[in-house]
């Protein structure tokens, strides 16, 4: 197993390259400058733009802008943020807690509340109970993300004479008086305005994990060491879970390894509508100024995250099934 994990590493270096070089492409061939900014700012002389262009190579071809961001790179220099005016790496560090912490929680509830309503299902297949998960999941999964925060936001319109929805922010990560708040107060100040993005994000990702876990154990309980298993007179309880279950579960983590690649992704669309400051509004804003640092140091984040979660996903499936080390 040691081996594979090594061999995955290796090979997702040139996946890495790969991608930010065409990123870093497709960037340059858009058309604008990420010097526009200077060049039409009378403060700043001609002479200062030609120091920036040499110094970031600005004035090479692509090839040897992207040979030159990669060696800053690899040494942990992202470089130069031209929209924010501050290092990139310092840029992204003020975005990221926002966006990990939205996209966390929102995977926990998830995962805590998905797995056991797709083992009811299966477990009472039919059942009224069954029946009214699958409309509920099927709404869940065709409302786009932003059209159910929309939805939200405006429920809790509708609801603000209510003294608990009331309280609950629409936008924002924060209150205008945050700063003079107390530590706890800070903190149910951060909690409220969670409130709306996490229930999008739990809701439209609840809908489908409940279904596949549905469908997982469906397969399983169907399969031959099941009937196997009832008929020498085990439990339901332990056939269910001890056999079915341990089985069903392999699938999913495979899938909760994409799901922790995309902690950092996952909610740029929601961020954006609800004017949460954190990678995904920072992202657009890069891209729309050309700020090509900034979008490399964000789509190399992004990657480095996928193979986090590619080795994490292969970690627990060892872990649950010992039969992969072989």
């Not at 700012?41 to 990669?70: C, M, N």
């Not at 154990?217 to 439990?235: D, I, S």
Request: aromatic content about 10%; proline content about 4%; charged content about 15%.
């Amino acid at each position: 197993m040691k081996d594979e994990l090594l061999r995955r590493l290796l090979v997702s270096i040139p996946q890495l390259l790969l991608m930010s070089f065409i990123t870093f492409l497709f960037i340059d061939l858009a058309p604008g400058d990420v010097l526009a900014q200077y060049r039409f700012d009378p403060r700043i002389s001609e002479e200062t733009v030609r120091e920036v262009e040499a110094k970031y190579h600005f004035d090479k071809p692509v090839l040897v802008q992207y040979g030159h961001w990669l060696l800053r790179a690899v040494r942990g220099d992202l470089g130069y943020s031209f929209s924010r005016h501050a290092p990139v790496s310092s840029v992204i560090a003020e975005r990221l807690f926002n966006t990990f912490i939205l996209s966390l929680f929102s995977i926990i509830i998830t995962w805590v509340v998905a797995i056991p309503l797709g083992i009811y299902a299966a477990v009472r297949q039919y059942s009224w109970g069954d029946r009214i998960m699958s409309v509920i999941s099927y709404v869940g999964m065709s409302l786009p993300t932003f059209f159910l925060a929309l939805l939200l936001m405006f429920f809790v319109y509708l609801c603000r004479d209510l003294p608990l929805i009331s309280m609950i922010p629409t936008t924002g990560m924060v209150s205008a008086g945050h700063e003079q708040m107390g530590f706890f107060g800070k903190l149910a100040d951060r909690a409220l305005h969670m409130v709306v993005p996490v229930s999008v994000l739990t809701i439209t990702a609840l809908a489908g994990l409940q279904r596949i876990s549905r469908g997982n154990m469906l397969e399983e309980l169907r399969k031959q060491y099941v009937t196997t298993a009832r008929a020498k007179g085990l439990p339901e309880n332990r056939v269910v879970y001890r056999h079915a279950l341990r089985n069903a579960v392999n699938p999913l983590i495979t899938l909760f390894g994409f799901e922790f690649s995309s902690l950092l992704s996952g909610a740029a669309l929601l961020e954006i509508i609800m004017n949460w400051p954190g990678l995904g509004s920072l992202m657009l804003s890069a891209v729309q100024t050309q700020d090509t640092f900034l979008v490399m140091g964000s789509l190399l984040l992004a990657g480095l995250m996928l193979i986090a979660g590619n080795l994490l996903a292969d970690i627990l499936l060892v872990i649950a099934d010992p039969r992969v080390r072989n």
